[in-house]
């Protein structure tokens, strides 16, 4: 290995940590916003949702742009251009109409994950890229990040943390363009970046990953985004207690994932998969029955983040290995829309049930479930794909 290669590690796993912080700049403000502004429910939910849905779709184009120009061009770019809508928040945070519109813009930081992947992909063999994919996907941390630090510095003065954050993303873009560097046996291909996504979608190394990934990076997403909302309607927590305590599960998850990777590499991806969800199939239903949250629920909520962490670990893993290098910019913006995207169903399950049982139970036994029929199509039907990693030994 050489030292570019941990360079270029570091600085993806910097910059999505940075980005990732940005692109969660609103949840851990919505109670905010809804008070001062007096939103109504639905209005507060689509505060939140606009940045997450922008970022998980987006990842797409950037992924298939990062294919075409490289990560040298792209993270620095992406980066830098997320400044504009921090910084428009400052003046936004007056009117929902502004903040709804600032927060699609906003959704350009959650995108950096499929420029990070084809960067670490190119530099590091086959036989240790689930490990490294695995620690770029500690950048995920930055939503955990954001929930912890964002009410915190928003207690000080109300402007600081964006100005924390656009700092923060400078520094990153200046470092990125000077210190980021493709693979130079990297090859950019001439085609058309609008033309790679529908190549990338007609791989079956795409699409498969692509729900496994809905399943374990979804509910990490779901936790940063509904579970402060769980922890205080169900537990009756503080909004400062409840976003430590989802921060502290995105933390773990995000954490675990360098695990998933590294077991990846020296077992198949799906077989890590499998385990990892059902894991957190158990757990889910453990929840279910409504523990006392010291000690049991909490634990048994940081076991399942620390299952969903390892599972989304290993399925980059397992995409690492089925797909060619010079698609992977596109397969994996396909793969991350889908676990950003899959980051709803969770909230909107719970929610549902909730609103119409007056519990959780009936919830947490549906995404185990889900988490269950993941595992198992993991180890019934991807444990043969990629026998070889994909690009050699």
């Known amino acids: 290995m050489t030292v570019a290669a941990y360079r270029n590690l570091i600085l993806a796993t910097t910059g999505c940590a940075v980005t990732f912080w940005a692109w969660n700049l609103l949840p851990p403000l919505s109670h905010t916003f809804r008070t001062g502004l ?3 429910g639905t209005e507060t939910a689509a505060l939140v949702a606009a940045p997450l849905l922008v970022g998980s779709l987006g990842g797409v184009p950037v992924g298939a742009l990062t ?49 990070g992947v084809p960067l670490v992909n190119a530099w590091f063999p086959p036989r240790r890229r689930g490990l490294a994919l695995g620690i770029l996907g500690t950048g995920t941390a930055g939503i955990a990040l954001s929930g ?42 001439r085609t058309s970046a609008a033309a790679r996504p529908s190549r990338a979608g007609r791989l079956r ?15 990490i997403v779901a936790a940063g985004v509904y579970l402060p909302v769980y922890l205080r309607t169900w537990y009756h927590l503080g909004v400062t207690e409840a976003g430590t305590g989802a921060a502290g599960c995105v933390l773990v998850a995000a954490f675990f994932r360098p695990l998933g990777g590294w077991c990846a590499d020296r077992v198949h991806p799906a077989v890590v998969t499998a385990w990892s969800l059902g894991a957190a199939a158990l757990c889910a239903i453990i929840q279910a029955f409504d523990p006392a949250l010291n000690p049991v629920g909490a634990v048994d909520l940081l076991v399942m983040a620390a299952g969903l962490g390892a599972a989304a670990g290993a399925v980059v893993a397992l995409v690492a290995r089925v797909t060619p290098q010079e698609r992977i910019g596109g397969v994996a913006g396909i793969v991350g829309a889908a676990g950003g995207l899959g980051g709803f169903l969770p909230a909107l399950v719970l929610g549902a049930v909730h609103r119409g049982k007056g519990t959780y139970s009936l919830g947490f036994l549906l995404l185990s479930d889900l988490a269950l029929a993941g595992g198992v199509y993991a180890l019934a039907r991807m444990r043969t794909a990629g026998a070889a990693p994909a690009g050699g030994s």
């Not at 964002?150 to 000077?178: K, M, Q, S």
């Not at 190394?205 to 509910?219: H, S």
């Open 38 to 40: 007096s939103l109504t």
């Open 205 to 219: 190394g795409t699409w498969e990953p692509a729900a496994l990934y809905a399943i374990a990076f979804g509910g």
């Open 67 to 115: 294919d075409r120009f490289g990560a040298r061009v792209m993270f620095p770019l992406v980066s830098g251009l997320t400044i504009v809508p921090v910084l428009l928040l400052i003046p936004a945070r007056q009117s929902f109409a502004m903040l709804l519109a600032v927060g699609f813009l906003l959704g350009l930081g959650g995108t950096t994950f499929a420029i």
């Open 148 to 189: 912890y630090l964002t009410p915190r510095i928003h207690h000080y003065d109300e402007n600081l943390p964006y100005l924390v954050v656009a700092t923060a993303l400078a520094l990153f873009a200046f470092l990125g363009a000077l210190m980021i560097s493709d693979h130079p046996d990297q090859h950019l291909p």
